[in-house]
């Protein structure tokens, strides 16, 4: 009988045992998380039709394509190698000032949006926190990006201050430097620091394409957690898209839509609207999808409210693989600006 327990109390240590080392083995790290991995894909936040695209088979190159990185299609989101969540949609403010761009920080707050990107370059920094604090949404819920110029490289940390000031929403959650320029390492460490202080969450960069980034990177202590640059289906950049996020920073698209005085010939393109027919969606939306698909964060730019609303409904479909292929036979390698 003794020898009947002793038995028994073995083989329950051991079953203990093993579920522990499972357990500890299936704990992420937030430094795991965020690496750019080519292991199959967790789909388990994809609904069933993006759960059939991310399970075909597909070769390294498709997968990091579609390996949208931690883009969280429920929550809407990406986990920076900051540790901070940022949503994968918002509005672009270029161009927009005074009421205007009150008015239409405002009608995204209203639609959902929690993702502004605006810059010292843009003149409206002052008009987008005056709709953040009017809004009356907890400052923790909103996202928002600045930047700093290249003529302000050779002060950064005035200018800084002048962001915060003007923004007077406590602290930036994203600060970049606008564009490569003299001073730029130097204006990048004046960010660190700032990180260091609480007074920026996280940083990045803007216009750095591959050269740029491996002459910058080996300069910098904090991993750029976004770039910024041009991206969309005239001008694609798929030779940059995969470098950048295989270091682990996430990629953001400016002209989404081609930019002002480019969107009638995109939003138009005979192929793009073919798969917007098709969805029951409009071209816009089809381009926007096609970025999330790829792991590119947008920003589309509004003033009008009802676009501002359309920009925000992506989440209803899925487009397929031959979609995806059609839009991405469209690149032109076209810049619509010239950095
Ligand atoms: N880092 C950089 O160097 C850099 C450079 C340029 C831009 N950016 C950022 O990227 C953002 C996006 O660029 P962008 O605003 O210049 O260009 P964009 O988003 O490509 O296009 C904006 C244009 O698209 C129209 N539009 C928006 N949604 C639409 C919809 N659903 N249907 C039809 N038309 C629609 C807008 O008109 P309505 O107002 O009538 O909707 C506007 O004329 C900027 O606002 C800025 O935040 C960054």
Request: charged share 20%; with cysteine; glycine share 6%.
């Amino acid at each position: 009988m003794k020898r009947l327990y002793a038995l028994l109390f073995i083989f329950s240590l051991l079953f203990t045992l093993s579920a522990c080392g499972q357990t500890a083995n299936n704990v992420q790290t937030p430094a795991e998380n965020t690496q750019e991995s080519l292991a199959p894909m967790d789909t388990s936040h994809l609904d069933e039709t993006e759960r059939e695209v991310s399970n075909t088979e597909v070769s390294p190159s498709e997968q990091i394509q579609y390996n949208s990185k931690n883009f969280n299609f429920e929550t809407r989101t990406v986990t920076l190698n900051s540790g901070y969540e940022m949503p994968i949609y918002g509005l672009g403010t270029y161009s927009l000032h005074d009421e205007e761009c009150k008015n239409s920080v405002t009608a995204a707050l209203n639609s959902g949006v929690r993702l502004i990107d605006t810059a010292h370059a843009y003149g409206n920094e002052a008009e987008i926190g005056e709709a953040i604090r009017d809004s009356g949404i907890p400052r923790e819920e909103i996202f928002v990006i600045t930047k700093l110029y290249p003529d302000q490289f050779s002060d950064p940390d005035a200018a800084i201050e002048e962001a915060l000031a003007k923004l007077n929403i406590g602290y930036i959650d994203m600060m970049l430097l606008h564009h490569p320029g003299d001073g730029d390492v130097e204006a990048y460490h004046a960010m660190e620091n700032a990180v260091a202080e609480g007074k920026i969450h996280s940083i990045g960069l803007s216009n750095w394409y591959v050269e740029e980034l491996e002459e910058f990177l080996p300069q910098v202590t904090i991993t750029p957690a976004l770039v910024q640059n041009e991206i969309h289906p005239y001008y694609q950049e798929n030779d940059v898209i995969p470098y950048i996020q295989k270091q682990g920073i996430v990629v953001q698209g400016w002209y989404p839509l081609g930019g002002r005085g480019h969107t009638e010939e995109l939003l138009n393109d005979p192929v793009i609207s073919e798969i917007a027919k098709a969805h029951g969606k409009s071209s816009a939306q089809i381009i926007l999808r096609w970025n999330l698909q790829k792991g590119v964060v947008v920003i589309p730019g509004s003033s009008n409210p009802d676009h501002i609303q359309e920009n925000t409904e992506l989440f209803d479909f899925t487009l397929t693989d031959n979609e995806m292929a059609q839009i991405n036979a469209l690149d032109r390698n076209e810049k619509h600006d010239w950095y």
